[in-house]
Structure formats: structure tokens, C-alpha cells
């Protein structure tokens, strides 16, 4: 039976499953961002363990598939490096998998931090909308939002 669920969790299912499962933590954090039950499952680390399970999950599938990590560390030689890295199915899955958990991570501090100024959750979901698309773009948009609420701005914050 280990082998079964071994066998069904490729590359591409984790992807979909990977992207499914972050729909629901997101609909919270955008629809219900002041609700306990967003604050416990979505701006908690209950997110972030089960994502890292899935990553874990790779890293093995990988390992046990010889893939070669020193390689990732090419990255930092260039664009074409980065080029050849993505390419590679593993690696974009590693990739991926960390983007969607990094920005998970910052929608639900947006919504924590949003909470001590009480900006109102449909000025919050433009912002969280842009946050799960393009991440740095959604942040910033943010950060102009609570500049309107809190009348300060903080750079150390």
C-alpha cells in the first residue's frame, strides 16, 4: 500500500495537489480573514507543516530518483543557468512548491498585521488577490493600504 501511495504522488500530481491545496487556505485568508478558524488553520504554522510535508516528499522522491541537488546551486551563476535548472521538472516542482509557501506565508501576515490596524477585509483582498498572483507586487500594495490606515509608516515594523 506505501508503494501505491509512493507510486501516485509524481511530479505532476504533487502539483495539483500542491495548487488545490492552497486554494482553501486563500479563500480564507480573502473571505473570512478575521474568523477563528482562519486564524487557527491559515495564519497559523498548520500551513507551512503541510507544504513542508510535500516538499519533504519530494526531496525524497528526488533522492531516490538520484537527483543531482549540487546542481540548484547553479543558480547563482546566471540567468542561463537558471534557465537549464528549470527545465528540469524536480527542480521546477522545488520551486514552486516554495513559492506558493512563501507566499501563503505573507497573505497570512498580511491579514495578522491588517488586524491591528482593522483595515476592512474588502480593501484586505486586493492585496491578498495580488499577494497569491504575484507575490512582491501584492505586499506592496499592502504596505500603501496600511500606510492610509495607520497614518505612520514604519520601516522596521
Request: proline letters at 3%; aromatic letters at 26%.
Amino acid at each position: 500500500m506505501i508503494e501505491q501511495i509512493y507510486n501516485y504522488f509524481t511530479i505532476d500530481t504533487m502539483y495539483y495537489w500542491v495548487n488545490l491545496g492552497v486554494l482553501p487556505f486563500w479563500f480564507m485568508l480573502i473571505f473570512f480573514p478575521k474568523s477563528h478558524l482562519c486564524k487557527f488553520f491559515v495564519t497559523s504554522i498548520f500551513p507551512i507543516i503541510v507544504l513542508s510535508i510535500a516538499y519533504l516528499l519530494i526531496v525524497y522522491k528526488a533522492y531516490h530518483d538520484s537527483y543531482n541537488f549540487v546542481e540548484n546551486f547553479d543558480l547563482y551563476l546566471g540567468l542561463r543557468y537558471i534557465s537549464e535548472l528549470f527545465s528540469d521538472d524536480t527542480y521546477l516542482i522545488f520551486f514552486w512548491i516554495h513559492f506558493i509557501t512563501i507566499n501563503l506565508f505573507v497573505g497570512g501576515w498580511i491579514v495578522r498585521d491588517s488586524n491591528k490596524y482593522n483595515i476592512n477585509k474588502i480593501v484586505l483582498a486586493f492585496p491578498l488577490i495580488f499577494t497569491y498572483l504575484i507575490g512582491p507586487i501584492g505586499m506592496f500594495l499592502y504596505w500603501l493600504i496600511k500606510f492610509f490606515y495607520a497614518r505612520s509608516f514604519d520601516l522596521f515594523e
